[in-house]
């Protein structure tokens, strides 16, 4: 079964630029979330879709927003960038079958904002 | 509100020692608890997950971890590590019941030398 999988994987923007980033989780899997990795602040949760509904959000301002298709892949937008949202951004998905918790991960896109 | 800590941002190990890895949790919701891999430049792999059923939890590449709630903790060890245990390691306990949303600690980073 293919992972996720996340596209691109290295991306260049200049502040005050929009981004689209996208994921395609595990066939089968309708749970999918975001998560910014940072040195500083480490793994932190933007937020949560499962079957086109925004489930779960963290701490994360506007400028962040995301959405869900019918078949489960998932966005997530960044306008108005800072030099701070440069970042590994993490996708994850899940299943909700009984017993299973676990979260998969893709390989992240690396944003850059210069 | 849920949290974790991980004690110690990097550890060092001789190859064939023992690995341990401190996590400690708290959570106002029963807890599922994550240990995640990450090597550089990836994704991040599950290692092992508790989600109420056994408190020893055996994992991928020879990793265990014992859930103890009478002291919050869920620590990682390996009875003998090898070189390509060097990686970050994370702990991660669930924000929401579904265990969809995870909360991260810091990171441990092993460093095996031979």
């Known amino acids: 079964k293919a992972g996720v999988t996340q596209t691109p994987r290295y991306l260049i923007k200049t502040r005050g630029q929009q981004v689209t980033l996208s994921c395609s989780p595990i066939?089968?899997?309708?749970?999918v979330s975001w998560y910014q990795q940072t040195p500083g602040q480490g793994l932190q949760f933007l937020f949560e879709?499962?079957?086109?509904?925004?489930?779960n959000k963290g701490n994360f301002p506007g400028r962040f927003s995301g959405r869900q298709f019918s078949n489960s892949r998932s966005e997530m937008n960044v306008s108005t960038l800072e030099l701070g949202d440069s970042a590994l951004y993490l996708c994850a998905s899940s299943s909700e079958g009984q017993g299973r918790k676990e979260q998969y991960f893709g390989p992240g896109t690396r944003l850059t904002v210069t | 509100a849920q949290s974790v800590t991980q004690l110690g941002s990097h550890v060092s190990v001789s190859e064939g020692a023992l690995v341990l890895l401190r996590c400690n949790y708290s959570?106002?919701?029963?807890?599922?608890l994550f240990w995640y891999v990450q090597y550089p430049n990836q994704g991040l792999q599950l290692l092992l997950k508790?989600?109420?059923?056994?408190?020893l939890v055996k994992g991928i590449n020879g990793f265990e971890a014992e859930f103890k709630k009478s002291e919050t903790s869920f620590h990682l060890t390996k009875p003998s590590a090898h070189m390509s245990d060097a990686a970050e390691y994370f702990c991660?306990?669930?924000?929401?019941?579904?265990?969809?949303?995870?909360?991260f600690g810091k990171g441990t980073t092993l460093s095996v030398s031979s």
């Open positions: 066939s089968g899997h309708r749970s």
């Open positions: 991660a306990v669930n924000r929401n019941q579904a265990g969809t949303a995870l909360i």
């Open positions: 959570s106002s919701v029963p807890p599922y």
């Open positions: 508790y989600t109420s059923a056994a408190t």
């Open positions: 879709y499962f079957s086109e509904t925004q489930r």
